[in-house]
């Protein structure tokens, strides 16, 4: 399957895209004629029975799903949002999506009525397809009234009230969906996504059918996966980073994806899933890799692991150390965004490097510019752009919806600006600095937040930890930098009592001095339950310093 959509000779590669692309036709449909008892889908638990599917299976059942929805008068066009935690429907839903040519809109479970609102008004959405969990139904009950586009409620169950079509039911007696004439063009509209937001409201990112092509990268040559793979990403299905890791590469490659359907993350159990099922291939954000480091791993068998991968956010050098260690396996670092398919990352001919996220991808010609517009010297810090001036990579989005001034203030004279700051070295790695807007200038230096934070969190009180600039309490060198620290469970007690957690803080200071410029040490350090984050997870720096500025 890989070959019929990407040629590679070394590490040039060329997509192979058809004029009418479509992924729910042309390749589960596909592995389902040529394959048709080979595992697509592991699904499992902690509340129901394992399910296991076919290519064959879902082809099936995504026919179903789309003969459904279209019974609803959802069609061509149309936007559909999804808030179905890691429940089974996600996956044939997706499919059936495509299939009828309607655009989907994934979100996560974390959302508020409001968020449904503003979701709902900005994209005109027809559907909404939940899960049938009491607090889901009630915000989207709650949003409802205040949606003037929006046309049908369903829930996949199990409870399923009011006002709300019975996603079981109807495909249960929906006849199947037959392809018909029309034919989508492989760059018409296929998926949205609302951005994670962290200093402004969400924006709308529009990705073409052939988004799912340029995840090829992401499952070939990051996850490394052939079609003996059992891959396991870990993420909500309302993230981009769910289709990154449990659906379009995956499948094009042919390997078995295995989701793990639950409310309450515990390191342990899943660390009891990877040798239960043999996973092969696991991905996690760098957060996860923190908790998973405090398990005792000599209790798990984890001898089926061949590779680890992460992205989100840079991951700290002082887990990526420990991981190994403990598993005598690198962690491949990358980077993407919402806007963007896998554009750094550490490929099988990259050399992992503690911190760096790796070098570009193939498919995306990458550069770091200056704020003059020069392409920056190595050591010198710029922002990650994509030259698209000879072409557009066909992982890259189609624009901001509703919103072409966003979009030319973002992608202009050829050049997309990810906004994200980082240095390149003498190798040509690249090292993630911080967003644009997240640098502190203190005592006349540049200093980066996350170098910072790395530095924070290889003392092993920290769980997490955010570092922005507040103004200097003393008055002296007009910014100073601050870390907003959670601590593990172990020293909580310490930072109860006033006089160990002063303590505690010298005792952090002085480790981070130890192993970094003196001038970057954080000289506040403040204790939190948890930290701001996005509904995507990503730490709002914004919001901490918002309020640090209130104070």
Request: aromatic residues 12%; contains cysteine.
């Amino acid at each position: 399957m890989l070959e019929r959509f990407l040629r590679k000779q070394g590490q040039e590669l060329e997509f192979i895209v058809p004029d009418n692309f479509n992924f729910a036709y042309d390749v589960v449909d596909v592995w389902a004629e040529e394959a048709p008892d080979k595992t697509a889908l592991i699904w499992t638990s902690d509340t129901a029975p394992e399910r296991r599917m076919s290519f064959a299976d879902l082809k099936r059942e995504s026919d179903k799903v789309a003969g459904y929805l279209s019974s609803l008068g959802i069609g061509r066009g149309d936007f559909v949002m999804l808030i179905l935690k890691r429940r089974l429907p996600f996956w044939t839903t997706m499919l059936a999506l495509e299939k009828i040519g309607a655009v989907a809109i994934p979100a996560t479970f974390l959302l508020t009525s409001h968020d449904i609102i503003y979701r709902c008004k900005s994209a005109e959405i027809k559907a909404i397809i939940c899960c049938g969990d009491e607090d889901i139904l009630d915000k989207v009950a709650e949003a409802e009234p205040k949606c003037p586009y929006l046309e049908k409620l369903i829930s996949i169950g199990p409870e399923v009230p009011e006002g709300f079509e019975d996603f079981e039911a109807g495909v249960a007696a929906a006849t199947p969906w037959v392809r018909g004439d029309w034919k989508n063009e492989s760059e018409d509209p296929m998926l949205m996504y609302f951005t994670s937001g962290t200093s402004d409201e969400p924006k709308m990112v529009m990705h073409s059918h052939t988004y799912a092509l340029s995840h090829l990268v992401t499952a070939a040559y990051w996850h490394q996966l052939t079609p003996d793979s059992i891959h396991f990403t870990y993420s909500d299905t309302g993230w981009g980073k769910a289709v990154w890791g449990k659906l379009y590469g995956q499948w094009i490659v042919g390997a078995t994806v295995f989701v793990y359907d639950h409310e309450k993350f515990v390191p342990a159990e899943l660390l009891a899933l990877i040798g239960k099922y043999h996973i092969t291939s696991f991905c996690a954000p760098p957060t996860i890799y923190r908790f998973l480091i405090k398990e005792h791993f000599n209790c798990f068998d984890l001898s089926s692991l061949q590779h680890c991968t992460t992205a989100g956010e840079a991951l700290n050098p002082s887990v990526f150390e420990e991981f190994h260690r403990r598993t005598g396996l690198w962690i491949h670092e990358a980077f993407g965004q919402t806007e963007t398919t896998l554009t750094l990352g550490t490929f099988p001919w990259v050399e992992p490097r503690p911190g760096s996220m790796g070098k570009p991808s193939p498919a995306y010609d990458i550069d770091i510019l200056t704020p003059d517009g020069r392409s920056a010297e190595p050591g010198e810090r710029g922002v990650i752009v994509i030259r698209t001036d000879k072409k557009r990579p066909i992982g890259l989005f189609l624009g901001y919806y509703r919103n072409p001034k966003l979009t030319r203030k973002a992608w202009h004279d050829g050049v997309y600006y990810t906004g994200d700051v980082a240095y390149r070295d003498e190798d040509g790695y690249f090292w993630f600095e911080g967003r644009n807007d997240d640098l502190i200038k203190t005592s006349g230096y540049r200093v980066s937040p996350f170098e910072v934070e790395s530095a924070v969190m290889g003392h092993p009180a920290v769980v997490e930890c955010a570092v922005t600039g507040i103004p200097d309490p003393e008055e002296v060198r007009g910014t100073v930098v601050k870390a907003t620290i959670v601590v593990a469970s172990e020293y909580k007690k310490q930072v109860a009592d006033e006089l160990s957690r002063k303590a505690l803080i010298k005792d952090i200071q002085g480790f981070v001095k130890r192993i970094t410029a003196p001038y970057k040490y954080p000289r506040v350090i403040e204790f939190a339950d948890a930290l701001p984050k996005t509904i995507s997870g990503k730490i709002r720096h914004v919001e901490i310093r918002e309020k640090d500025s209130k104070k």
